[in-house]
Structures are given as C-alpha cells and as structure tokens.
C-alpha cells in the first residue's frame, strides 16, 4: 500500500493539524490490542502519539492485518486524520489511520531501552542505536546540541570566525606524550591533541578571534569517568587582550550564555528527567589562587594536596573545590589561579616574576577548561619551549610567532564533561555519542 506524498507532520506539530488529513511517519513504540480496538503508540523525536483502529470498520481490516503481523520498534508511514478525544492521556488527540505503510521491520530487540536499569553499560554501548531511543538518552543528545548552539550563538554576535583545523597533523604537537600515531603512506602522522596551535596560528594570519568546534584525540590509557580517547574541544582563541582576566571574563560570558539557551528550552525537562537544576551563574566567578586553595582545603576538609601534585590540582581536590565554592561563594563554578609554570604547556605566558598566566575553571567538581594569555613573543616562547626539552617537535610552532603576532588568549571546554555534568550523569560513557576509550573503538 502505498501513502500520501504530503509532508510529514511531527508528534509536537500534530495538535495544530485537528481535523486535518495528515502524514505521520516514526517508530511503533507499543501496541495494545484490545478486544474492539487496537491502540498503536507512535513515536518520532519530539514525542509519542495514539493511534486508533477501531475493529467494528470494516474498512480497517486490512490496517490491523499489517500491525497483527508487525513488531514494536519497526517504523511506520501512517495517513489519517488528526482527531481531538479528551480520554487520550498522550497530548488529548489521536490519530485515526487510512492508510499504513511499514517501513522496516524490527526484530526482537536485546533489552527493553525503556528500562535500562542493570543493562550492563557495555551491552548499552554495543548497541548505542537502541540504548538512544530512551528519551532520556535524545535529551542529552538534544542539550548538548543546544549548548553549543548557545555558545555558538554568542561567539558569532561577538564577531568570532569558526574555523575547522587539520586532525592529522605532523609533528605531535603539545608534549608528544599522549598522542596517536597513525601511518601516513610511507610515514608517520599523528592526531591532534587539541586545534591549539591552529587557533593561534589563525590570529598570526590576521584574524583576531577565531574557534572551534571539532575532536581532540588523546592517548591516555586511563579509565576514569571523565576520560575519552576522543572527545568534542569547545576551543577559542582571540586577540588584543590586556591580560587573561580578559579570557576569563569571556568564559563567563560564553558559558551564561551556553546555560541561559539550555534552561529556556530544557531546564524544566532536564529537572523532570534527570532531577538536576539548571543554574545560571552570575559574573564574576569566583577566583582563586591555587596556594590560598590548598590552605582552605587544609583548614575546613583536612585535605593536603599529594607531594607529586603540588603547583596542581587533583581530582578530589577538585571535587573539594566545589564544595568550597558552594560554601563559601555560593558559585558552582570556581576560577583557580597561579599554577605551577612547570606543570604547564610552554605557551602559557609567564609574567616577569615566572608567575603563570593561567587558570582552570572547576565546575560541579571537575575541571572544564584550561585557558591562559599565550606568549605571543618569539624569542621568550622559543625559550620556554626550551626549557621544557622541546626541540624540532614546535619548530613549525614557534614560526607563527616569527613575523608578528598580536598579544592573546584562549581556552578549551571539553564539551563532553561541560555535558555530563550540565546533566549530573555518572560517567562520559553515558554522555558521549559514542564512547571513545583504551577499550571501545565500535560501533
Ligand atoms: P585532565 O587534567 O582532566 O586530564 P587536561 O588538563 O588534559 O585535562 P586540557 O588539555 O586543558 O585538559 O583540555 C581542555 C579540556 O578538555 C579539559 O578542561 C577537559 O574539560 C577536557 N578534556 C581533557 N581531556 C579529556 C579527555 N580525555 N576526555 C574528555 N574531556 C577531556
């Protein structure tokens, strides 16, 4: 049988076609065949609708043949009148077909993703397809798509270019300790650890604000919650800054921004679902300096950051950073400042003092960004490049700096962790589209 050509009407369009001949087209998320009728849920993205076939029609013989002999999950083309009926608990219409089409036919599936309680978290990810038709799973599709709609929204109003950088690169770019290698016809190439080298060279080039939007790729064989082996970077980078007060005053703007979107269009959804507030934060963050951090944390949790991590931070201290943010500023976020310039990439300025221009933001308990003022002089970023025992590996580098650079800052989000703790979920395997990590390269 074949429908109608109409175009399709989606589940939260259908309540202003009442009365109306329409085309619905989705998955089958349940049938109840009763004694004089048969309901059929319905479901596309935006939600699920009731379709009824009434068994005294004759006419509706042929339509109940079809879904007698069809399972749930397959899709289906229906034509039929979108009719109001107030004992219909999915939105009070329904829809009455004349004419249905399946479109594929669904086997029976491996879990019930309605109830993913005790699926184990590996069966969920082998079947990434099915384990996303929870709405639970479409919403954290859906916010992170709205944050970095957000986001991308604002940097465009402020004159920001979005610009796509080369994944295979050349040289292994920051440290050349964590990066993939990969063959290259008769050579060797790598995966980029981030576009930050990209970014600035953009700013050499002339244009003085420029991001990103794009995967990162790092080698590190670690199992945390909060580890992929590639995962989105949110990174920018601009130009004329006084100091990295500039960049992180940005930061707040970027990330209001970011969550003001998200709660507009899904802060009541995501408390409904997931139980977690959306805040809001206000400007300024809070900042601190790493040595002052370290002081308080010693004072009000007896905590004592580990001989190998002074000048850092580690993840229970961040975790505790949160709490003291929450405590003593009232913030969810917090700024920290002064890093040890040894436990830092060589592009991050120094003042004259060797004092680190950098922060990192802390937020709900893990780090999301690291940004800095980068040094845009060439001789001082040739010796701290130096210092740090790199030589050929930034050569190519340290030649954006060479023929006049102006001076700048930047950072990068992990939009992945911005995601999984914009929405409380465990884990960045709950959180990515799909799970990068030592383990998982499929589906
Ligand atoms: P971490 O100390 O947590 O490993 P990092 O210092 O290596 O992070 P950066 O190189 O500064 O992180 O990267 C910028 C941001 O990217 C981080 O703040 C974090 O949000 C995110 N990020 C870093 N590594 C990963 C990873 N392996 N998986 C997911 N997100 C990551």
């Not at 009365?19 to 596309?44: S, T």
């Not at 986001?151 to 440290?175: C, V």
């Not at 790598?190 to 050499?204: C, G, T, V, W």
């Not at 800054?241 to 959804?269: C, F, H, P, Q, W």
Request: glycine share 8%.
């Amino acid at each position: 049988m074949k429908g109608s050509n109409k175009m399709n009407i989606s589940v939260n369009e259908l309540n202003k076609h009442v009365g109306e001949e329409i085309v619905f087209q989705g998955f089958i998320d349940a049938i109840r065949d009763k004694k004089w009728v048969m309901f059929v849920i319905l479901r596309d993205a935006t939600g699920k609708v009731q379709m009824t076939i009434e068994k005294s029609e004759e006419a509706n013989a042929p339509l109940l043949e079809i879904m007698s002999n069809t399972k749930v999950e397959s899709t289906i083309k229906v034509t039929g009148k979108v009719v109001e009926n107030e004992a219909v608990k999915l939105g009070g219409i329904e829809i009455i077909p004349t004419n249905i089409e399946i479109t594929s036919n669904a086997e029976d599936l491996p879990f019930d993703f309605n109830n993913l309680d005790g699926v184990n978290i590996d069966t969920r990810m082998d079947y990434k397809w099915i384990d996303m038709r929870n709405p639970r799973n479409t919403l954290v599709r859906q916010v992170e798509s709205c944050i970095t709609e957000g986001m991308r929204e604002f940097l465009y109003k402020n004159n920001f270019t979005e610009i796509h950088s080369p994944k295979l690169i050349g040289a292994a770019s920051e440290s050349g300790s964590d990066v993939f290698e990969v063959k290259y016809f008769d050579r060797k190439a790598y995966l980029a650890q981030s576009p930050q080298f990209y970014k600035q060279m953009a700013l050499a080039g002339g244009l003085d604000k420029v991001f990103e939007v794009g995967p990162v790729f790092r080698a590190e064989n670690s199992n945390t919650n909060r580890h992929a082996t590639e995962f989105t970077g949110f990174d920018l980078e601009f130009a004329y800054i006084n100091s990295y007060e500039d960049v992180m005053s940005l930061e707040e703007d970027l990330l209001i921004a970011g969550l003001t979107k998200v709660k507009e269009r899904y802060g009541d959804k995501i408390k409904e679902v997931f139980g977690t507030e959306v805040v809001i934060p206000t400007k300024p963050f809070p900042r601190i300096k790493l040595k002052d951090l370290y002081q308080e944390l010693h004072d009000r949790y007896n905590f004592d950051i580990p001989k190998e991590d002074v000048g850092d931070m580690n993840a229970e201290a961040e975790k505790l950073t949160f709490k003291l943010a929450q405590e003593k500023y009232n913030s969810e976020f917090m700024f920290v400042v002064d890093y040890a310039a040894t436990k830092r990439p060589f592009y991050h300025m120094r003042d004259e003092n060797g004092k680190l221009q950098g922060y990192d933001l802390i937020w709900r308990g893990t780090e999301i960004t690291s940004g800095a003022q980068r040094e845009h002089r060439y001789v001082e970023l040739c010796k701290n490049a130096k210092e740090k025992g790199l030589g050929k590996d930034v050569e190519f580098y340290l030649q954006f700096f060479k023929y006049g650079c102006p001076p700048h800052g930047g950072f990068g989000i992990g939009l992945d962790r911005l995601v999984m703790l914009l929405l409380g979920l465990s884990g960045i395997k709950e959180t990515q589209f799909l799970f990068r990590g030592p383990n998982r390269l499929n589906p």
